[in-house]
């Protein structure tokens, strides 16, 4: 099987966008769009994400104590843009406060979770983060920014 016919099968999977945001040990910030997030465990809350293993990002997130996963709404398909743009301050001019352990949480996002950097498990290109969940916020109602077929949506397509 190859890459692209894999990967096009996975883009049939609609799923939620999110921003993982973390702090490095000198205080610069990294953030990043993913789309490889899901819930693991209600007791202790837990949940997982994975980055690729060449990443620039991957000493942050893997040395860090703590990092945010933060779930677009809808009307934040440009910040989805930018945080997946190489070689670019991707906070600038970007509204967020300080979560745990110093992680950004972005304005405006449909949920955030605050986690510690619980585990990892190397799979493949990727790296596994299950982080387990200190404090957690959601807008009820707010609509969700959506991924499918490579394309963002603000609803799901019929």
Do not use: K
């Not at 837990?46 to 620039?56: D, E, K, Q």
């Amino acid at each position: 099987m190859d890459s692209q016919h894999f990967r096009a099968a996975l883009g049939m999977f609609a799923t939620g966008v999110t921003i993982v945001t973390a702090r490095g040990a000198d205080g610069s910030l990294v953030g990043l769009t993913a789309n490889s997030f899901n819930s693991v465990s209600l007791d202790p809350p837990l949940v997982l994400w994975s980055l690729a293993r060449r990443a620039g990002s991957m000493p942050v997130f893997s040395q860090g104590s703590h990092y945010a996963i933060n779930i677009l709404a809808a009307d934040q398909m440009a910040l989805a843009q930018r945080f997946a743009t190489r070689d670019i301050d991707r906070f600038a001019g970007v509204p967020w406060r300080e979560g745990a352990g110093g992680a950004p949480v972005l304005d405006g996002v449909v949920a955030v979770f605050e986690c510690a950097n619980r585990s990892q498990y190397e799979e493949g290109d990727h790296v596994i983060f299950v982080g387990e969940v200190e404090r957690c916020e959601a807008r009820p109602g707010a609509q969700p920014l959506i991924f499918h077929g490579g394309r963002y949506f603000t609803e799901l397509p019929l």
